[in-house]
């Protein structure tokens, strides 16, 4: 009998020139799987190029986490525009990132949106489709990671790759959408290893107490919470513990350097 | 007995959100080759697709025209950083045109660096080198595009592809280098035209008069001077009528929408 | 008996860079009154001294038209903000426009917000009063120009001076918001006359065909619709065939060189 | 007989949006007068009010800190551009913050050129008086601060205010030129303490060992360093042991909010 895996992902890179922010370093000891910042939300070359040789370094997957272009938001503003510009500004970062990586031989294992653009994803299954899609042209066979939702079974009808994930460090509201924070701040390691434990078994507890479906195959924690390393310790120990062997869900896709 | 063949290229995609520059629709009736701004100078991502969609029908190959990450300055000053900086701002923007080209099922042909970071390259043997190595990772087999100068016999000798070229536009100093315009102006297009039919030839007259060899493959007219398109008319004639074929240098690379 | 007076206002410094929007030149020959980009949505520190020059020089009132910090947008996009960071947003915008106009002995003489965060003020009486009251401690006394609306109405209430305005050369809907255009394109000049005529005897007509009050004190042409200069001429020949001096609402406040 | 006095200044205000650098907090504990970052290099509207009311709160002096357009680079990297564009970046960003702290009651104390644009202005005596008569059109009396250099006397000359000042927590060269870091590293606060309280005295040791004059009337520790706070408190120390009074030099233009 196999054990059930399940994937650990953490945003990263998200530093931007001469500020700092997150801990990639210490928090790639416990994650499988990094989404990097591709410099539209934060994130600029030299920050990326250290991200994906961190990441190859530590054995963590390392995909794309593009974001509306708004430095000064940190792409969690919800940027009114098109569904042509949002795929627009998705290809140019994903590609941005996939020029560098393919200097450090690191192939690219997934493209996770961020912040408000994560949001609009999650709730347009036409955009996630167009999306999911155009992503194809530039990385086959990578998938499209968000959370499970009406959108996510769209693009799956149209047989495109998706990893189907959600964040262990928020709340859920009614509906199982996660509430987002303006500013992330430091949580209790434990409670948010109690839910990242019942989202690996495929379910979630909402603000109001109930208990609803949440087929995640991937769990995330925010890199830029202060006790982010904290929190993702915890939720490896908590997952560990529980029987699950972490492993990113498309770790094939990652070479290492010769 | 075969015709001669030269390129002839020219800057395009240069507008920026609501502001525009250039007409490529009519230049691109005159051109055989597109350098296409890729955002730090100029550029964003529904002008890259548009830019990409017309060179494709248009039938005139495209390639990559990474500059300076300053919109403010358009990349025609010189942003002091390292080596190591030049090339991952070079991969940045060559790997989002290439993403969003993929959608558009176009290859691109080259990478031919802009303003103040072409003459940083064409100065550095290391760094013409370095970067035309790394372009080797994104896109195999795609030349870099610059002057014939002591880098570009550097990077030649390490057995990297390059596409000679210089701007048929701007004056020449005594040394061969092109002597850079704040901002482009009108000129005439004759004496413009009698310069390209010069360097087709494979030399130029510099400022002093002397004739130098200039043994290029390809000449350049600014898109974003003002009678860019008249001058492209003329040059194009000039060189018909001398005999030469124009043809994009690795036209093989770019492929019809099928 | 006293002519009765109005005011021709215009956005103008919109360039930014190497790009270049609009014609103002030509354009403040006919208006009374400029609203000068202030580097967030267009325009920068060169472009808005030149903008500045070029009204002292013409004699056009020159005020701030600050944006959302959205160049790609071109400030046409609704930002989700606060209404504290809109308020910050202003204010620095202003006092950077103050800051190169004190150089030049130009006093500014209102400020008319832009685009969508024209739109935004003019739907929340409680932003439109804090942005008119944080303004009388920046620039003492200058006017806050935007639609006459409830928000206006607010304003007023509190004491606070406002200059109402609206634009002849958009269509309104039955509740009297004007219809913006993602990109201005050319209008007939003679129909913008018309409607700025109607505007400046205190009405205009809906898109429904109804006429509905609208008492504004300056009526307003977009500087970078592409025939923008034909249609300031027109609105300014049609004004004052009608009888209607034009004069600038502040324009004591705009100090000449001595 | 009066104390001896000495102003002891800091960066301040140079996070950005999402990324904080520095502590201000705890910063203003020990210096008199605080440079505050302006959009270009750092900052952002409402870290320049926050840093304004902490300021105001703290009773420390507050002056703007103006710095190239270069985020990325975080204004330590020399951009080309003329003398005319560095008055205007100057002019725009000075009046930036000085709109905001119109609001707060705050008046700017002084104006501290950041990184790159500092050294452009020590090294131009004309250069340096163009941007401090520029600055007496929009701040009437408030001085420009920088290093005692040829620069300096050539603005004293003219009878324009200054505040000589420099970084007692940077090495210096024979020419008493201090040598900047790409990146502030952590120093022992005590040997930082030692140059402070040379520097009061009116002069420095160089890096050759010689001990030259350096008559200044406020010396600096970098915000951004990571033990900026306990170098602040160490300089404090040794400056008040040594019976130097700390205040600012231009603190009489500090209103208090009544």
Sequence with gaps: ??????EL????????GRWTLGDD???FRYITTANIACGYHAGDPATMRAALIRARTAGVAAGAHPGYPDLLGFGRRALPSTDADVVDYILYQVGALAGIAATEDVTLTHVKPHGALMGRICRSPELATAVARSLQSVLPGVPLMFAPTAAMRAVTAEGLPVIPENAADLEFDQDGVNIVEPVPRAKDPEAVADRALDMARGSVRT???AVIPMPVRSVCVHGD???AVAIAAAVRRRLES???????CNSSAHKQAP
């Excluded at 009998?1 to 399940?6: G, K, L």
């Excluded at 992902?9 to 931007?16: I, M, V």
């Excluded at 529980?242 to 990113?248: D, E």
């Design 1 to 6: 009998m196999t054990a059930p895996t399940i």
């Design 25 to 27: 370093e210490a928090l």
């Design 225 to 227: 919470r202060p006790n």
């Design 242 to 248: 529980a029987g699950f062997v972490l492993s990113a």
């Design 9 to 16: 992902n953490a945003d990263a890179g998200e530093s931007f």
């Design 207 to 209: 603000v109001d107490g």
